[in-house]
């Protein structure tokens, strides 16, 4: 019969080494505008640590998503923004986004990046 182990006892340290190695991205908070800079109703590509992102202004409350189409990587920031939908530039196709759905197919989604207001500071958590 064979001899059954636990995988943690007599560990020579290969297990820890190995989760050590495991890079855990770390998210990291970037200033990308001024509230005064994207009025309501509005949006704005900005391109926070080189990512571009569509950072949109619905009465107030501010979202950023990922400004690459999933169609076809249109601009989804050059769109125009009718409610909380923001419409591809290139085909059209819809985005909500407060949840970065597709309007149509809501399982198909779009990155979306926390935002943070403090003062006039627009920050995204990337
Ligand atoms: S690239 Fe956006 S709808 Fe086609």
Not at 11 to 25: M, Q, R
Request: aromatic share 8%; hydrophobic share 45%; glycine share 12%.
């Amino acid at each position: 019969m064979a001899e059954q182990r636990d995988p943690g006892a007599g560990s020579d340290g290969a297990v820890e080494a190995a989760f050590d190695a495991i890079a855990v991205p770390m998210s990291a908070r970037i200033k990308v505008a001024n509230v005064s800079d994207v009025p309501e109703g509005e949006v704005r590509v900005v391109e926070p640590a080189g990512k571009a992102l569509a950072l949109v202004n619905v009465d107030g409350a501010f979202f950023a998503l990922d400004n690459r189409c999933l169609h076809r990587g249109g601009p989804i920031g050059e769109g125009e923004l009718d409610g909380t939908f923001l419409t591809c530039p290139w085909h059209g196709w819809r985005w909500d986004v407060k949840t970065g759905a597709h309007a149509n197919n809501p399982g198909v989604k779009v990155a979306c990046y926390p935002v943070t207001i403090d003062g006039d500071a627009v920050y995204v958590d990337i």
